[in-house]
């Protein structure tokens, strides 16, 4: 018994004690933060990537009509969905999703496709993540006519 308080005492006043404490109260609460930046960087850069294919969706979509090659929606769907998951966006193919549709344009002599790209942020860690957030990103696509 005696031993036992000696070791408690000797406890309370050691330096060494205090620190493994220290890190103890701190270290869940260093490493929430630094995990909660990670995840921030890394659904920062895939809201970059969506971006990013919706101006190469758009740039892609105006040279095709510029060589005359009157491709459909559903050609346009494809290019774009494959342009997502390989280099340099390498988004998951199961959770991108690309709509392509034709709308009434408000350029004279212009054909004007409305481009709607969604993306569901993925997990980080198991269990950890923005279950059931979708990013979405819509912008029109205006074409010469052929």
């Known amino acids: 018994m005696k031993r036992s308080l000696s070791f408690w005492r000797n406890l309370a006043i050691s330096e060494r004690a205090a620190s493994a404490v220290e890190f103890a109260l ?8 630094m995990f909660g930046v990670v995840s921030v960087g890394i659904h920062m850069q895939n809201y970059n990537a969506v971006r990013s294919l919706a101006s190469d969706a758009a740039r892609f979509a105006a040279v095709e ?11 346009l ?31 004279p002599g212009a054909r004007e496709f409305d481009l709607d790209i969604s993306y569901a942020l993925p997990e980080i860690a198991g269990g950890i993540a923005l279950d059931g957030f979708t990013m979405n990103y819509s912008r029109p696509i205006f074409v010469l006519s052929s």
Request: net charge negative; glycine share 4%; no cysteine.
């Open 26 to 33: 701190l270290a869940p609460i260093f490493l929430a933060l």
């Open 65 to 75: 009509y510029q060589k005359n090659n009157a491709v459909s929606e559903t050609t």
């Open 77 to 107: 769907e494809n290019n774009f969905q494959s342009m997502g998951v390989s280099a340099p966006y390498f988004l998951q193919s199961d959770r991108l999703t690309v709509a392509v549709g034709e709308v009434t344009s408000r350029v």
